[in-house]
């Protein structure tokens, strides 16, 4: 098989997103813990919450389903997007509404609630693309070394032909596709923490109505993610939610400094 190296415009690419995914949550704990105090309890609470309930609880009835329902599900794009969608707000805002209700029952306040954002955030980035760029550049390395022959011999004909066709996207995307990854994990950090904001306020004031919205929004972002992505340039949708999360962290940055505002003149 006849391959190319990976260009250096694609591993600068590989890097900057790796950055993005490894030193954007650890910077903004350290950021937010030194203006403000937060405990890193928090931040592992919300590390823990994903993992559990995204990573394991999610995953089980996702095996489930497709399981049981296979094709007529995968098949259907807008079943498909509907289910995704509900399973991830409802699994995950469930486990951040558990986590700050009973593991941070004694240290709620506003301050946390963002660094539990951080680190629910924060991990998913860790963990889903940070996990797969080292990788990436780990293979990148082989390939460009000369090495991806070798692998590929010790194979039978079908395995290497299905490796063969994952590794050319290495060297066969342009750039831009490497680092859309990192922009949409700044949008997903950034609206785990508008989102762990309405769930504070949920448990903080009792009002389950925060709760609802979150679900709804998580809904609403991971149905429109599958539904977009089929019809538009993954370039434009990474635009569409950065818009859309900016204008949900600037709301909750205005309600944050109101109650802080309130509570300074209590």
Same mark, same amino acid.
């Given at each position: 098989m006849?391959?190319?190296?990976?260009?250096? #415009? *694609?591993?600068? %690419?590989?890097?900057?997103?790796?950055?993005?995914?490894?030193?954007?949550p650890v910077g903004l704990c350290i950021f937010?813990?030194?203006?403000?105090? #937060?405990?890193? !309890? %928090?931040?592992?609470?919300?590390?823990?919450?994903?993992?559990l309930f995204a990573l394991i609880l999610e995953q089980i009835l996702h095996i489930v389903v497709l399981s049981t329902l296979g094709e007529r599900l995968t098949g259907n794009?807008?079943?498909y997007a509907?289910?995704?969608?509900? %399973?991830?707000?409802?699994?995950?805002?469930?486990?951040?509404f558990l986590a700050m209700r009973f593991c941070m029952s004694k240290s709620l306040n506003r301050q946390n609630a963002i660094m539990y954002g951080i680190g629910h955030g924060g991990i998913e980035a860790i963990l889903i693309t940070g996990m797969t760029y080292i990788s990436n550049l780990v @293979?990148?390395?082989?390939? *460009? !070394?000369?090495?991806?022959? #070798?692998?590929?011999?010790?194979?039978?004909? !079908?395995?290497?032909?299905a490796t063969y066709e994952q590794l050319s996207q290495l060297w066969e995307l342009a750039p831009s596709a490497f680092l859309m990854a990192g922009v949409e994990r700044i949008s997903a950090i950034t609206l785990h923490i508008a989102l762990s904001w309405l769930v504070y306020r949920a448990v903080k004031e009792k009002k389950p109505g925060f709760y609802a919205l979150a679900?709804?929004?998580?809904? @609403?972002?991971?149905?429109?993610?599958?539904?977009?992505?089929?019809?538009i340039p993954v370039e434009a949708l990474?635009?569409?939610l950065l818009a859309f999360v900016a204008v949900l962290i600037i709301c909750v940055i205005r309600n944050y400094r109101r109650e802080e505002t309130a509570g300074d003149l209590m």
């Open positions: 006849e391959y190319q190296v990976v260009s250096a #415009a *694609n591993i600068a %690419a590989m890097i900057v997103t790796l950055i993005i995914c490894l030193g954007l937010w813990k030194l203006k403000t105090k #937060a405990k890193l !309890s %928090a931040f592992f609470i919300g590390c823990g919450t994903f993992f794009i807008w079943l509907i289910y995704g969608g509900l %399973a991830a707000g409802l699994f995950e805002e469930t486990g951040r @293979l990148t390395i082989m390939i *460009n !070394s000369g090495g991806l022959d #070798a692998m590929l011999a010790v194979m039978d004909e !079908s395995t290497a032909a679900v709804g929004i998580h809904f @609403l972002v991971d149905a429109g993610t599958i539904l977009l992505i089929q019809i990474e635009g569409i």
